[in-house]
């Protein structure tokens, strides 16, 4: 049996009573991007890509161009002043082309096919009007999409990952090790421009899977074998790093389960995500909240999902909402645990400071910090049953609801059925109201 979290049929917290199933994909929908409030574009293996209103579920354009899957998506609005703000997607593809599309039109605006493998990555630097492709190589191109530069051939895996970073920098993931680059522009008046490799960061004993920006000063990595490193933004030097995620023993809320061993899969950190305070790491099947200040990890769910948790998001309240290769869609609350004073506190849960020296001093702190900080813990508050495939990725849009796309090919739209109910009624009165058919007295 099964030692996932459970949820009774009361989902008090729970607002998405109501799903819009959106048909057009005929293969594994991978990617959303959100265009602007309402409107959203979907891409997955089949090549094509959808535009969607997140309101009413309608299609907007279906557009064709790309032979193979798509590989990455990202949005690229146009910040000229002279005309009106337009907004854009680049898609990449297995065919080794990238085209801009316009979300206004659905038309392709332009189209680059020079490419020697896969480009696996866009990355968009709008305070510097130009993007980057990453595959085999680091490009940098402007907006008419002219090459403006690029490095030699690093691998033949390429770069998996990329983030912006301060001073014209940016991280990417190559296998496991993490390349800083500079993007430098010429001294002359032309539009030239250099990428500079500055620093390569070994620090990872496998492939980093997952890369994200926590804030100016901070960004992280985790790999395969569960190692999270909290890195400096601006000198790229190590802050924290925890690699103990699946360990059972250094969670001490959690019951120990017997294993004869231990499959790299459930300590794969597939996806993480930040607000200014935390750290969201997917690992394996579980969740994990690590506090930036404290530097440890404050709540986790180790069985969130039957399966690997693909992608977790913060929400602007205190809810998580994480999907998985299970078909599941799962939305947590993180709340304070109410502790008893005379309880005995487990040091091997705080065995990570700095870079790792633990001592005998450093359990004392962390003794000391147990009995005065606050401890969380994660609540299962809703779960959405509706996909009947692995649950890719999903966007959040507030009160328009949830979008998420499946291996079913589907993408579901989860609605708040109460305000749902009250426009629909709210719509049905002005439309009686307008007919002349609704008499005030």
Not at 76 to 85: L, N
Not at 95 to 107: F, L, P, Q
Not at 384 to 389: P, Q
Request: one cysteine or more.
């Amino acid at each position: 049996k099964s030692s996932i979290q459970t949820i009774g049929e009361e989902q008090i917290q729970n607002p998405y009573t109501e799903l819009l199933v959106l048909k057009g994909h005929q293969d594994i929908v991978r990617f959303l991007v959100q265009i602007d409030d309402c409107r959203f574009a979907s891409a997955g293996d089949d090549g094509i890509i959808f535009l969607w209103n997140a309101q009413t579920g309608e299609k907007l354009f279906e557009l064709h161009g790309h032979t193979h899957k798509i590989t990455a998506i990202a949005p690229f609005s146009s910040s000229d002043a002279s005309e009106e703000k337009k907004h854009l997607i680049l898609t990449a593809s297995a065919d080794r082309t990238v085209i801009v599309w316009d979300c206004t039109s659905g038309r392709q605006v332009q189209r680059v096919s020079c490419f020697h493998s896969t480009v696996k990555c866009l990355t968009v630097l709008q305070r510097l009007d130009v993007w980057l492709s990453g595959g085999s190589d680091l490009c940098v191109w402007n907006r008419k999409l002219d090459l403006l530069c690029k490095t030699s051939h690093l691998t033949d895996a390429g770069i998996s990952a990329l983030i912006e970073l301060p001073k014209n920098c940016v991280a990417a993931a190559v296998g496991k090790e993490l390349i800083i680059f500079r993007l430098l522009a010429s001294n002359d008046r032309s539009e030239g421009w250099n990428v500079l490799e500055v620093k390569r960061l070994v620090d990872h004993q496998d492939n980093i899977l997952s890369l994200a920006s926590v804030n100016d000063l901070t960004f992280v990595t985790g790999s395969h074998v569960g190692e999270l490193i909290v890195w400096d933004a601006l000198d790229w030097t190590k802050q924290a790093s925890e690699c103990n995620f699946w360990d059972s023993s250094v969670h001490p809320d959690v019951q120990p389960e017997i294993k004869l061993s231990q499959s790299p899969n459930e300590t794969s950190i597939q996806h993480l995500t930040s607000d200014e305070e935390c750290v969201f790491a997917a690992v394996g099947k579980g969740i994990y909240v690590y506090n930036l200040q404290m530097k440890r990890v404050i709540a986790c769910q180790r069985t969130a999902h039957d399966s690997s948790v693909l992608h977790i998001e913060k929400l602007p309240n205190r809810q998580l909402i994480s999907c998985s290769e299970d078909g599941s869609v799962r939305i947590w609350e993180l709340r304070e645990k109410q502790q008893l004073p005379a309880e005995p506190i487990p040091t091997g849960f705080f065995n990570m400071w700095g870079f790792g020296r633990a001592n005998k001093q450093a359990n004392q702190a962390a003794k000391k910090m147990q009995e005065t900080t606050p401890m969380y813990f994660l609540e299962l508050v809703g779960d959405l049953i509706g996909h009947s495939s692995a649950v890719q990725m999903f966007l959040y849009f507030g009160e328009l609801g949830l979008a998420t796309c499946s291996a079913d090919h589907l993408i579901i739209l989860w609605k708040d059925g109460e305000r749902e109910s009250r426009l629909r009624s709210l719509m049905l009165f002005q439309k009686l109201a307008q007919n002349g058919d609704l008499q005030l007295k």
